[in-house]
């Protein structure tokens, strides 16, 4: 599982304490643990899309940083959502 709205952030469903530290703590502690035994982790992170576009959405991050940046848009000045969410534009 991710986080669409913390990238690089377990989601907290895999955590004791989905709602505080507890899932970032977690998470390096089983990374450390498996790279003790010898075991390689790969962090798959999915940033082609996020789940909220705006500035005045609460959840929204890219648009608070660069306001209409980071969006792939239709013709028509949407943003597009072929993957379900907001779609990032990686070109």
Do not use: Q, W
């Not at 089983?30 to 075991?39: D, F, Q, R």
Request: net charge negative; aromatic share 8%.
């Amino acid at each position: 599982g991710y986080d669409p709205v913390h990238f690089l952030a377990p989601d907290g469903s895999y955590a004791t304490d989905p709602d505080g530290a507890a899932r970032v703590r977690e998470m390096r502690g089983v990374t450390a643990s498996m790279a003790n035994l010898g075991l390689g982790v790969v962090a798959d992170v999915v940033f082609n899309h996020t789940y909220a576009a705006g500035c005045t959405a609460h959840t929204s991050v890219l648009d608070k940083v660069v306001p209409g940046y980071y969006y792939r848009r239709n013709g028509d000045g949407d943003i597009e959502n072929s993957t379900c969410m907001n779609n990032t534009a990686s070109e």
